[in-house]
Structure formats: structure tokens, C-alpha cells
């Protein structure tokens, strides 16, 4: 069975950082590319960043300069280093683990900023 687990979300103050994480289990995590995305109320859900199997990583241009993904893959964990968190940022933070035809999602972690 194949779980992804995200933690880590707050309440932060504008400006301030916070680390998500995400544990995967029941898949080889360096095979899959591991992204995050995350859906504001009454917005679709949205593409925030990818650590690809190659390693390479890609960005939302609104997170580009602020947010870092990385991955441990002898840990099955992915993380999302969000800094200078703005209130648009605010959101359910969504795993997700995808290889060919084969995606995952985890339940979210909520992130809300405001002062």
C-alpha cells in the first residue's frame, strides 16, 4: 500500500519560513518524480515545485527564489523549504509521487500565513 504522509504545516507570520515534509512508503522513492502543489479555497489546485528521479527540480515562478524542494531518497522523505512566506501562499500542501502512468497524492498539510 502506498502512503504518502505530509507534515510540517503552520501558522507563520508573513515573511517567516516553514519546512514540509513528506514521507512516502510502499514505493521506491528515487524512481518517482516527487513534486509539491497546493490549493487555496476556491482555487484549483496548483503546481508548486518537482524533484525530478534525474534530479533535476523545477519551480512555480511565483515560488522561484523562495522555496527549495529536496529529497533524501535512502530516507523515502521529500521536503519543501518555503522562506519569506507570503499570505498568497497560503494553501493545503500537497505530495505528490509520480512514475509513468503510475501518481500518488497525500492528504495535505494546511500552511496558512497571516499576522
Known amino acids: 500500500q502506498v502512503q504518502l504522509v505530509e507534515s510540517g504545516g503552520d501558522l507563520v507570520q508573513p515573511g517567516g519560513s516553514l519546512r514540509l515534509s513528506c514521507a512516502a512508503s510502499?514505493?521506491?522513492?528515487?524512481?518517482?518524480?516527487m513534486g509539491w502543489y497546493r490549493q487555496a479555497p476556491g482555487k484549483q489546485r496548483e503546481f508548486v515545485a518537482v524533484?525530478?528521479?534525474?534530479?533535476?527540480?523545477n519551480y512555480a515562478d511565483s515560488v522561484k527564489g523562495r522555496f527549495t524542494i529536496s529529497r533524501v531518497n535512502t530516507k523515502d522523505t521529500v521536503y519543501l523549504q518555503m522562506n519569506n512566506l507570503k499570505p498568497e501562499d497560503m494553501a493545503v500542501y500537497y505530495c505528490?509521487?509520480?512514475?509513468?502512468?503510475?501518481?500518488?497524492w497525500g492528504q495535505g498539510t494546511q500552511v496558512t500565513v497571516s499576522s
Open positions: 505528490h509521487a509520480k512514475f509513468n502512468a503510475l501518481e500518488y
Open positions: 510502499g514505493i521506491m522513492l528515487r524512481s518517482f518524480d
Open positions: 524533484s525530478a528521479s534525474d534530479g533535476s527540480t
